[in-house]
């Protein structure tokens, strides 16, 4: 969501020996593969000796990730027979570096090892923060004599006192610095700071400089009490409870997938899995083996969380810049964590590793960043029972198995679990679990009653008000639907009169299809009429005539109420429509700009798609936004429970008739003779 | 959905001995237990004493079930001490019997085995069908020598086709007769019988007379091809596939929850489980045990589906009737099959039977009608990494394990999988799968491009449209938030101006309340306006001061597009709105009225919302409807990948705080040096 808190960066530093720089040098990467270790060192001597004068205080990496290949050389390269080996197209990095308080836009080629292009950004907006300048930022306070005073005033002690970084958003500024709002919390007692905030005093931090550049000590209100707020089960007390019972999932066969580099292929499923700074999970070139056609057809080249926007509703002066892009500003890849095995994910998981460079440009291991394993939920893929048929008794039951990729970006207080979930039957479904710690305001309430004015959220516990908030995830989707050039089309549900007298009956629906044809078509607010949104290869049908698509089937939907002239939506406007369609560019990934940290909305999806480019029968790019509105409630005090949110697509006439029809049972298991160690 | 093929009775029959009898006598039934075989024994022979000239023939059992005690009773019941052993209220069946052409209404007392009122039904529309008269209606075409002739013209061998029986609905008719209409099917090389309809063919069966009376045949459209239709495992031809690979579930220490009777108690709920021809399953007396009270806290006193109405959308003669009120007409719970362990339900699932009685009295068993398991889906209950706290690593994860209880009802083609699922977090899912086998009619094109017209539905296989419908699941649930007495509250989430200057912000959102004080003020049709629905109990509040309530979460939300005035939205009233409540009333317990089969929407809850009556502060019923537009595509057939449909009931503000903190993460099992068995 929001607070940047930052993990210890030395304790992740890996060392690499030549071993390391071996791999780069060699032909085994796929194209999408996220840059090694190596490649980021790399990168990073590369660009160092470009700018011989730069002291580490000055030039610091914003951003290092893969500069991805053009689609048609990536498709290209896939194409082509996989022994072949010269194929493998260049490999680059894209870079942004400060310097000099300047965002410089850096290309580095990295099989020769030079620089391929190199800009100074001019426009409005700033980078990614990096882990680095959050933590030196928000150490800051801490010998600031005004602050020590300031808590001193409270009745504090400094010692128990952590503070944390807050992007500032931008209000209609003219001018803008690199700075960064400064909140600090409470330690003593628990670990739970969140909801131990120092309220009431601003702290403002030019980054560029790193030092406290604007201070307020505006009121004091009571730190919300210690008590009730530790989650750590070593220092909760009893009685606990309601218990679980133990449980053994696994596979006596090993996994039902195989990982090959970053290729993950598991039943009729192949992908890779990438990952970067800014989204986190990619996923690329899914496609599907159709069994009756004997190979694999493309569903999606591309997706990814390109945008996390959570804008809170507390307009008063110390909560309302908290309007977090939580993708683009603080990098939804980046916060990533180390994933537990047995808890995050169950004991049949197989976990991967991942790597970012640090502000240096050293790089950084994040150790089980993801997850991949089967899902075993008790679900069925298809059945039927068949008492009809004289003399015998039909019963065909196939249980469900998928196969889920998860990766958890603990924002500061939130934990956003990621999950990409493939099913056998081709639906691939997107979920979101909301975790984690609210973000709460110290008030003088103790009750309710005592509340007659808008507090701007709930009472959680003494003195303690969660802020109402929303949750937007803009998932980007190149879906290519057996091949790139595809088109939206909007199957709407429309009553008809039933006038022909053909029978007593006055109504039934029917489906009235529409094509989007340029970019204004396909921005939809779903929930406001009936209608599947399918996206169709116009270019191939079925057997039958049946146009081949892929069903965009949403959950329960959200859409933000903030006005549309306010600056966080004018920020955040590609919020606005749950869907919208662009062609295929390979310069719009994020969908609130490159430059998200105090941008003012000139570059997003919504700004792109005011060209009303045309997309039909175009390579096409589905964008939609997952939503929530949160009103928080006791229960989410002093951990939340999660709450999930998901979308899936779905084949719709993609295959000639049912892909799991003849899909085998999986075996069951017994385990019988062996004793079974608790650990 | 609809059609209704037949459950071989005599498989299922079993015989009573002394030990079922002994069972009735003792006191160990919970009130809300269903009928034991014993009483559908006792039932039975009190009813037939009183019709001494009754012969087979003319007195059928429509419905028995328990006639459930006045809901003051069963509490009164629940709050005594259990050992008390004179406590348990008495045992009533209601029943429904066909005699003479009228449906009576038969109240037996069953410890005194007495009729204790006896009236007969003059209002419109008829009971639930039974399975024995429909398998006799059903066998009637194929010795009537009409068709027989027509099954000739079409070239086809009779002993190759099978009938199936339909309701008819209601259209306007003035003067009913309980008349049914058959469809039939061929079943030459395939069991798949629901994709070769024989049509252009009209049987209307007189079920009080069982003859034909009306019979038309008029066209002839080709029977669709049975190639392509089959899905036994063991009638399909290589390739197989997608692979999907073994799994073992176990829970080392058995199951981690008890059943008592027919009390389940799991984690932190304890709830009965109940069985009903009509409604299947039946949640009732569901409490949640809170760790910090120290006592179970009630939720939901009974929840159940109580219609599932499934019009299609095809105005054609053939076709137009197809209007199917499935557990009204036909009998949801009736319908249940017995389920398959390992596929229906994992291996750690445990099941139950169901009894119900046959139209001669006869009490059947229902083997496994019932799973209930443990589901370990790799989900998790809450987390949260903390980097921020200097020298110490913070991370806490809860995977999350949840209660299933499932029944599947296998209505002929359509088969809808029922689960109930507790989470210790105190949420209740209520999901619906739908699986099996469309139905479709047979028409002249293979092709798409032949199609000049409006078909109704999809092409799915040459001469197969699978037609456009819907699929309403209307539930009952009578949520009893922490006692009786509650309000629906909507906390519509308005936009409000930021005027007063205090910062640079324009806008946020912030909760309206709205308490609804009648019926008409509850009917809501979702998604219109962001808008939290809580039921709440005004007469308690947390420590802090908030309503104690459980939330509404609504997944995809559907609405009827029939128009307002068509016969079958008049019977189908109830699924206007998404949400209704109606204060308590025993009599109020089925959506389409007690009387389902040609009813004429005179009896149902769109009816008796009318009244407008209080439901503030009032025993309140929440109704909620779950709705699907299905219009076909090739995946589905020939059998169809489930669609998941689902909403929540979970708590807000009901706990001071976060119910599951204190819960300790499941032991892992490891499964170390033994060898598995594939079986």
């Given at each position: ?23 780069t040098s ?13 490649e980021?060192?790399a990168v990073?001597n590369v660009?160092?000796k470009s ?16 500069d ?22 260049p490999r680059r990095a ?13 290309v580095v080629d990295l099989s020769s090892r030079s620089i391929v292009s ?562």
């Open positions: 969501m929001a607070a940047s808190m930052v993990r210890q960066p030395s304790l992740f530093i890996i060392i690499f020996f030549a071993f390391a720089f071996s791999r060699c032909d085994h990467h796929h194209p999408l593969d996220p840059l090694t270790p190596a980021f060192i990073r660009i160092k700018y011989p004068t730069s002291s580490k205080y000055n030039l610091t990496f914003q951003y290092i990730g893969l991805e290949p053009d689609k048609h050389t990536v498709l290209s390269w896939q194409s082509k027979p996989s022994n072949t080996e010269t194929q493998t197209p894209f870079v942004i570096t400060r310097f000099d308080k300047q965002s410089h836009e850096i190199k800009t100074v950004y001019k426009g409005h907006g700033y980078p990614l923060l990096t882990l680095e300048e959050q933590v030196v930022a928000s150490e800051l306070p801490l010998t600031y004599a005004p602050f020590i005073e300031s808590v001193k005033k409270r009745g504090l002690n400094i010692s128990h006192v952590v503070c944390s970084t807050f992007s500032i958003g931008w209000f209609g500024e003219e001018k803008s610095k690199r700075v960064l709002k400064i909140q600090c919390f409470y330690t003593n007692e628990t670990v739970n700071l969140y909801m131990r905030p120092l309220d009431g005093i601003t702290v403002v931090v030019d980054l560029d400089e790193l030092k406290i550049v604007e201070y307020n000590d505006r009121f004091v209100v009571p730190v919300p009490k210690g008590e009730g707020t530790e989650y750590r089960l070593s220092k909760l007390k009893p009685p606990f409870g309601p218990h679980l019972n133990s449980v053994a999932v696994e596979s006596p066969d090993g996994p039902g997938f195989t990982i090959d580099g970053h290729t993950i292929r598991w039943a009729n499923w192949e992908f890779h899995l990438g990952y970067d700074i800014r989204a986190g999970p990619i996923i690329s070139l899914a496609s599907i083996y159709d069994l009756e056609k004997q190979k694999y057809r493309k569903v999606l080249y591309r997706g990814y969380l390109s945008e996390l926007f959570v804008p809170y509703m507390d307009p008063t002066e110390e909560w309302y810049y908290k309007t977090f892009f939580d993708c683009g500003e603080f990098g939804c890849g980046l916060f990533a964590v180390s994933l537990e095995p047995f808890t995050d994910c169950p004991s049949n998981a197989v976990f991967l590793d991942a790597y970012y460079a640090k502000q240096d440009g050293e790089p950084v291991q994040i150790s089980n960043a993801f997850c991949v394993f089967e899902k075993h939920a008790g679900d069925i893929l298809w059945r039927h029972t068949e008492p009809g048929i004289p003399g015998e008794t039909v019963r065909e039951v196939r249980p469900e198995v998928s196969l889920v990729v998860r990766m958890v970006a603990t924002v500061g207080n939130y934990d956003y679990i990621l999950d990409w979930e493939f099913k056998p039957t081709g639906s691939i479904k997107v979920k979101v679990g909301l975790t984690g710690i609210l973000e709460v305001k110290a008030d003088i309430y103790t009750h309710t009653d005592q509340i007659k004015e808008d507090v701007y959220g709930t009472l959680l516990a003494e003195n303690t008000i969660g802020v109402n908030h929303d949750h937007f995830l803009t998932y980007y989707l190149d879906i290519d639907v057996d091949g790139e050039d595809n088109s939206l089309v909007k199957r709407n549900l429309v009553t008809k009169p039933e006038t022909k007298n053909i029978s007593p009956r006055k109504s039934y629906w029917t489906v009235s299809t529409e094509t989007a044809k340029t970019e204004s078509e396909a921005r939809i607010k779903l929930g406001l009429k009936p209608s599947e949104l399918v996206v169709i290869n116009p270019n191939k049908r079925t057997k039958l005539g049946n146009n081949i698509g892929y069903r965009l089937l949403p959950g329960s939907v959200s859409s933000p109420l903030l006005s549309d002239d306010d600056y966080p939506q004018i920020r955040g406007a590609f919020t606005k429509y749950n869907v919208w369609v662009t062609p295929y560019n390979k310069s719009e990934k994020w969908a609130a700009g490159q430059y998200v940290d105090q941008s003012r909305g000139d570059d997003t999806l919504a700004v792109w798609s005011l060209r009303n480019r045309d997309i039909e029968n175009k390579d096409i790019v589905l964008w939609y936004t997952l939503g929530f509105h949160h009103a928080p409630c006791q229960e989410d005090f002093p951990a939340m429970p999660t709450l999930t949110g998901e979308f899936e697509l779905r084949p719709a006439n993609f295959f000639e008739s049912n892909p799991v029809l003849k899909t085998k049972p999986p075996k069951h298991v017994a385990l019988p003779n062996c004793s079974s160690t608790h650990h």
